[in-house]
């Protein structure tokens, strides 16, 4: 098992690779679905959004992000 101090290395040199290819680092925060507060915000989206007339439109959206998805794994 290799080392922090070889790991650490290891790391760095990919990044400096990932930069002289022109590429930055960029960190950013996403809602964690796994959470029970999420799960439960989403229920209530959905339970709001019964019987508007974007229903179907969010709906078509949702299908076809998951036909993606699925092509994904």
């Not at 022109?22 to 439960?40: A, C, K, M, N």
């Not at 709906?59 to 699925?70: D, K």
Request: proline share 7%; net charge neutral.
């Amino acid at each position: 098992m290799p080392s922090i101090r070889e790991s650490t290395g290891k790391v760095a040199r990919h990044r400096e690779r990932m930069r002289a290819a022109g590429l930055r680092p960029v960190q950013f925060w996403v809602p964690d679905t796994r959470s029970p507060e999420f799960v439960e915000r989403v229920q209530q989206q959905c339970q709001n959004l019964k019987g508007d007339p974007a229903e179907a439109d969010v709906l078509r959206f949702t299908e076809e992000a998951a036909t993606h998805v699925e092509g994904w794994a």
